[in-house]
Structures are given as C-alpha cells and as structure tokens.
C-alpha cells in the first residue's frame, strides 16, 4: 500500500522568510500528487496539483512544488511567507495501485502546521 | 455559486448511539466521497459515490455506510457510535469519480464528538 510522509508535524517561520514543507511517497507506479491548504475551522482548499509534464508545479498564490520521481518527493516551497500562510497543509498521493470502483483514492500525509510568526 | 455544503457543522453523540451526517455537492458534480479526520491526522477515505453507485470504500467498518441521492447529494451513516468515532468528517465533491487527478472539492466538515 502507497504511504505519504510529512516529515515535519509543526514548521515555524518568521514573516517573509523562505519555507520548504517536505513530503515523501511510497510507491514504484506512475502517482499524481497533490498538495492540500486547511485553515483554521475550514476544509481542504486544493493548492496545487502534479498530474504529469513539468515537474516544478506552482499555485496562485506564490506556493510552488518540485515532483522528484528519483527521491520520491514533492517537497512544497514559498520565497517569502505571510501571516495569512499559517495553516496545516496536507501532502496526498494517488496512484493507479490505489485505483479503486475506477476511481483513483488519494493517500493523505499526517499534514505540517505551518506557523509564521510576525 | 455554492461549494460543498454539509450539516450538521457539530453534533455531540453518546456512545451507542447513531448519526447521520449529509452533503451536498457542488453543482453539476455528480461524485461524492466521505473521509474521516482525526484530530492531528490527516483525512483518511471512507466512500466514494458516483451517478448513485459506491465506487470505492476505505478500511472502516460495517457501521460505517453510505448513499447517494438522485440529486446527487448523500449522507453518511455511522450506527453504535465509539469514542474513537470522533473526528471530522469531510465531504468532497467531483465532477466525475476520482479520475487521473480530477479535482476534488471539500466542504467545511461536520464535527462529531462522541462522549
């Protein structure tokens, strides 16, 4: 069974620093990966998503994530954070192993507390 | 237009007891899935529901059961409530099943505790 690894449970950081939330997947078949935002008190907001092609991926609002197929990870980055950043991000993995009922059901990491301190 | 709305947003339940807990996808979407949220975890799938057929289920027990309606909306149904029952549950809409990536949508989720 594919596993997702978040390896960092809380991340703080300083306004305006640069931030790398780390995620690493268990799987030797093709994955689409995705990367998850859940603010206080709300659900899952999409942010971004690796489904094929290039492998840097970015979001609308600054976040981009590298799919390294070798190191089997899709480590998510910002240049320079903001208050409103703070929020527990979730890293997911789909692939065909997981397919199931024709669906493909995503694998959900334990999630990162990203906390930007002013 | 409306997200992914579910209710109720919080409900207190003793053990024993049964719940039930609804959604209503976005419009025009016509897959459903349920996932669980444990506190400090991450979501964890129960069902997937698409055009009113299950398509897929999670590693939960028989006291956890679904349907979907034919306005696509669905409840989620857990009978002889545990302690360990207590979590988030999160709905989540697609236009079609979860296919090569296809986005899904979350709503706010439904907090359930179980005293």
């Known amino acids: 069974a594919q596993s997702v690894t978040q390896l960092d449970s809380q991340v703080p950081v300083f306004e305006e620093a640069p931030v790398e939330l780390r995620c690493n997947y268990s799987s030797s078949v093709s994955v689409y990966l995705f990367w998850y935002v859940q603010y206080p008190n709300q659900g899952l907001q999409l942010l971004l998503k690796?489904?094929?092609?290039?492998?840097l991926v970015e979001s609308i609002n600054g976040f981009e994530a590298e799919f390294n197929k070798s190191q089997t990870s899709f480590h998510l980055r910002k240049p320079s954070v903001h208050i409103s950043d703070t929020a527990e991000y979730f890293c997911a993995v789909s692939d065909q192993v997981s397919r199931t009922g024709g669906s493909y059901i995503p694998t959900f990491g334990r999630g990162t507390s990203l906390i930007v301190h002013p | 237009d409306a997200g992914v709305t579910q209710s109720p947003t919080h409900l207190i339940k003793t053990r024993g007891q049964h719940v039930t807990l609804r959604c209503s996808p976005i419009s025009g979407h016509k897959s459903v899935s349920w996932y669980q949220q444990v506190l400090g975890q991450g979501p964890q799938f129960i069902f997937q529901y698409y055009e009113k057929e299950e398509r897929g289920r999670g590693n939960f027990p028989d006291r956890f059961s679904a349907r979907q309606f034919p306005n696509y909306s669905s409840e989620l149904n857990v009978n002889a409530l545990l302690l360990g029952d207590s979590a988030l549950y999160l709905c989540?809409?697609?236009?079609?099943?979860?296919?090569?990536?296809?986005?899904?949508?979350f709503g706010e989720g439904s907090w359930l505790t179980v005293v």
């Open positions: 690796y489904l094929s092609g290039s492998t």
């Open positions: 989540a809409s697609s236009l079609r099943g979860h296919n090569s990536g296809n986005t899904i949508y």
